[in-house]
């Protein structure tokens, strides 16, 4: 839909506005068929009034985690339309020259959008309603809380938070091989004044324990470092909205460093990227020492399969990387220290999945054969 362009002068923003006046330039009509669930219809009545203009203000707010007990619902208010169902539930609620709709996920998190007569009225009405309602857990100390990225169709660039078991480096040292633990102690120590590069690179096969280490960094970093994993990478680097609302936030971190993991990228970086990715290699790049990545505490970790040959020049260039770190399997001697007494090694070493399985009885060969699981989160 186009609405012709006419000059006018600069509107007043405490002139109240005509609902008769503005729903005539922008009309009304709200349409359902049996694709439409009931949240569609609250979703759809709670803009009625923002657009017609009896209430013109919009406030927004996202909670991680809402006690239990936490209603998100200002006590004077009237509820019009209820829905529950079994991942989430929706309040549609009125009061005086207001509307609110609430959201409770199933996840812990919730969301507040409050239409009114005033900006006052909606900063007051939606403050009454999250008031004392975001729950403070307890992070455990074996445990780092960690963002998850996702873009959807109906929310945009979208975050949401967890704790995830995360081992104290120390614990873990011995799983990886000699020349691997050298190289992540260095890692591990790393603060946010000894930040050199913005780029870490961990490659090497499937079963050799990235993903593993990469908890153990959140766990290291956490004081000085927000860990977030980006579950759609290729959307994140194909869309410049998307990549833009990641990157540049709100302002609200305090300088804090924040690291964006993208697990099993070997598209992204293999030496044919540029020709099968387009624009996403070079957006990646720009992010880690380019334009896009100036006044930003952002790094990006990638995990990858892919031997280091086979990667994009650009991306492992002197000076591009904080670290490049191989992680590879255990050579034979040190995969027959790691098992003991328990299991005997194969001749031509194993990855720490194999280790854990000769260890548990099962011989490495017949793990290999399985097919390897999709995505990560793998030992």
């Known amino acids: 839909m186009s609405i012709p362009r006419q000059a006018h002068d600069a509107p007043d923003p405490q002139q109240k506005l005509d609902p008769d006046e503005v729903s005539q330039a922008l009309p009304i009509r709200l349409t359902a068929d049996d694709s439409d669930e009931p949240f569609d219809v609250i979703d759809a009545l709670t803009l009625t009034r923002f657009t017609n203009g009896e209430q013109p203000f919009a406030r927004t707010v996202r909670l991680d985690r809402v006690k239990p007990e936490a209603t998100l619902v200002p006590p004077d208010g009237r509820l019009l339309r209820g829905v529950r169902e079994d991942t989430r539930r929706s309040q ?8 609110l709709r609430a959201i409770r996920w199933h996840s812990g998190g919730g969301e507040v959008t409050v239409t009114a007569e005033s900006e006052e009225l909606a900063d007051q009405v939606l403050e009454r309603a999250v008031a004392g309602a975001a729950a403070e857990e307890k992070v455990p100390s074996d445990t780092v809380e960690m963002g998850f990225w996702y873009h959807s169709s109906r929310r945009g660039a979208y ?13 873990i040292r011995r799983n990886y091989a000699r020349g691997v633990s050298g190289a992540l102690d260095s890692l591990m120590t790393l603060t946010a004044e000894t930040v050199t590069g913005r780029l870490l690179l961990l490659h090497g096969p499937p079963g050799t324990g990235k993903t593993t280490a990469l908890r153990s960094l959140a766990r290291a970093w956490r004081d000085w470092c927000q860990v977030d994993c980006v579950l759609d990478p290729d959307k994140l680097f194909g869309e ?12 609200s971190d305090d300088g804090r460093w924040r690291l964006l993991l993208l697990e099993d990228c070997d598209e992204l970086v293999r030496g044919e990227a ?12 720009n992010l880690t020492d380019g334009l896009l990545g100036q006044g930003r505490n952002v790094m990006v970790g990638i995990t990858t399969n892919e ?22 399997p255990f050579g034979a001697d040190e995969a027959q220290e790691w098992l003991g007494g328990e299991a005997t090694a194969p001749a031509d070493g194993a990855t720490l999945a194999d280790l854990f399985a000769l260890r548990s009885g099962r011989r490495p060969v017949e793990l290999r054969r399985e097919p390897e699981p999709a995505g990560g989160f793998y030992l």
């Open 92 to 99: 549609l609620v009125a009061g005086d020259g207001w509307t």
């Open 159 to 171: 975050r949401t938070t967890r704790p995830i078991a995360a081992a104290n480096w120390a614990d």
């Open 307 to 328: 031997d280091l040959q086979q990667l994009h020049p650009a991306v492992v260039r002197a000076g591009r990387c904080l670290a490049q770190v191989e992680v590879g």
């Open 240 to 251: 410049p909205s998307y990549l833009m609302d990641l990157v540049i936030g709100d302002d």
């Open 274 to 285: 540029k020709y099968a990715t387009g624009q996403a290699l070079s957006r990646l790049l």
